[in-house]
């Protein structure tokens, strides 16, 4: 169909050349003007055409056509005058010479647009690379810039440690098919060029029977996946596989990226867990030697004078016991809890539930022996919360047991509770030595413990307020802490209200 096409438009500029020809003898027009006017045509077949075939027999042609028409004798091919000899010779050279240097303007614009067309090709998968979130997603993409430049199927194998781990094939026009089952003889070929990290299948020396030819989309010796082209004993052209090698290189530099983040994350999150279970051990070794030796001290001193001691001395030493031991208790608590956190272990059991029965649940949990009041400012309207109860009355606990320590006795610790822009606000007031500005932005970090009266720093790991945090985290809501007037502090937190629904 092109070379019928070639023949055509050839056959019609020189048809029209000579038409233009009579013209230009009739109206008397020297005969270097006609002359020109082929050398013309064969410039305009060359620019025309995709071969150079057609402009060479076009400047013979012409020659042949202008003896005939416009040469003495005319219509026939005898030469009066010698002297045409040189002209013809003239004309055919000149046509040629034209042709060829138009050839090349064509061939030299072609190759710019191709080039042109490959930096753009390149320039937008390097882009869909960039943005690709996982070595699936990079290979997808690759695969669906080369079906769509090379219009045929593409297979993609991906490799984890040099074994196959998934694979699939983009189409034309860009749908997926992860249903792939490979024949013996590609299985061959994606081996050899596995292990020997160059090209097999079709096309080459090795395996050509198969169907596919087959790369390696590696950086150095590490092989992220194996790329299989559909030929259909169609070769491509140079220009083909240098898109083809490019193409494919970037898909190994953006896998190997994700590689290297992977391995970053994962080892800033190694690196995070030990400077946890660091801070961990040291914190325990340090905060549980002053409780643990006071119950080991307190229990001798019963075992071995318990029936010398007076009544009420002993019983100082079974409340000092009994408080050392539950402050163990609430710490091994808050330390499954905050590992769970991290781990991503915990799992939140939500369900609707009233906020007033909570806060009682949160008071009743702290120890009788203290001397501070603890008052809630209960609501005539009824407040529901989607929360994991235990949870929140563990963040309240906290609270509490720090507004407690650092409360003088006999003074209020207020509890108010309230309803707004569709969040349950609890706020729990005390009037202790409040905290200074400078820790307000750190007191809800991991281990943070300062040398001043702050909240949750006396005999403390620095995992209470961190907890807290973590919780109201994980159910939506935030936690704050600011001064309260005359003096003491107010933290606030917020957990997602429910509506309440009345059946009558």
Not at 37 to 59: D, E, G, M, N, Q
Not at 107 to 119: K, L, P
Request: proline content about 2%; aromatic content about 8%.
């Amino acid at each position: 169909m092109q070379n019928i096409s070639g023949l055509v438009k050839t056959a019609f500029v020189v048809a029209l050349s000579t038409a233009v020809g009579f013209v230009f003898a009739n109206l008397g027009i020297h005969e270097a003007n006609i002359i020109t006017l082929y050398i013309l045509s064969v410039l305009v077949i060359a620019v025309w055409t995709s071969s150079r075939l057609y402009s060479i027999a076009s400047s013979v042609v012409n020659v042949f056509l202008f003896n005939f028409f416009f040469t003495a004798p005319k219509y026939t091919f005898r030469i009066q005058d010698s002297t045409y000899l040189i002209t013809f010779l003239v004309m055919f050279i000149a046509a040629f010479i034209t042709g060829s240097l138009a050839l090349k303007i064509q061939n030299s614009a072609r190759q710019s647009a191709q080039t042109a067309s490959r930096t753009e090709l390149l320039f937008e998968t390097n882009k869909l690379l960039q943005k690709a979130a996982t070595e699936q997603d990079a290979a997808e993409t690759a695969s669906r810039q080369l079906a769509k430049l090379l219009e045929r199927d593409v297979l993609f194998v991906l490799l984890e440690n040099n074994i196959f781990s998934d694979s699939f094939m983009i189409s034309p026009n860009g749908q997926k098919n992860s249903c792939i089952i490979l024949e013996d003889s590609e299985k061959s070929a994606v081996d050899y060029a596995l292990r020997n990290r160059c090209k097999a299948g079709a096309g080459t020396t090795h395996f050509s029977q198969a169907k596919y030819q087959y790369l390696t989309v590696n950086v150095n010796e590490n092989v992220y996946g194996i790329v299989g082209i559909s030929y259909e004993n169609i070769l491509s052209d140079s220009f083909e596989n240098s898109i083809i090698l490019s193409i494919i290189g970037e898909c190994a530099l953006a896998i190997e990226n994700l590689h290297n983040i992977a391995e970053k994350e994962n080892a800033a999150v190694l690196a995070k867990n030990e400077q946890l279970r660091a801070n961990l051990l040291r914190s325990i070794s340090h905060d549980l030697r002053t409780p643990l030796t006071s119950i080991s001290g307190n229990a001798d001193i019963l075992m071995s004078s318990g029936d010398v001691i007076e009544k009420e001395a002993r019983f100082n030493l079974y409340r000092d016991i009994h408080e050392d031991s539950l402050w163990l208790i609430a710490l091994v608590e808050n330390i499954l809890s905050v590992t769970r956190i991290e781990d991503g272990t915990m799992k939140l059991n939500i369900n609707s539930e009233l906020i007033e029965d909570v806060i009682q649940e949160a008071v009743l949990r702290v120890p009788k022996n203290h001397r501070q009041r603890i008052d809630i400012a209960s609501s005539d309207e009824i407040l529901l919360a989607r929360m994991d109860a235990r949870l929140i009355v563990q963040v309240i606990f906290n609270i509490l047991d720090n507004a407690i320590k650092y409360t003088p006795e006999n003074s209020p610790i207020h509890i108010h509770f309230y309803e707004e822009n569709h969040w349950i606000v609890i706020e729990i007031t005390d009037l202790g030595c409040g905290i200074p500005d400078e820790d307000k932005q750190k007191i809800f970090d991991m281990f943070y413990t300062a040398s001043t009266k702050i909240a949750d720093s006396r005999r403390s790991m620095g995992l209470g307020l961190s907890l807290c945090k973590s919780i109201i985290h994980s159910h939506g809501g935030k936690i704050e802490v600011y001064d309260n007037q005359p003096n003491g502090a107010v933290f606030r937190f917020t957990v997602p209200a429910e509506e309440v629904k009345l059946h009558e």
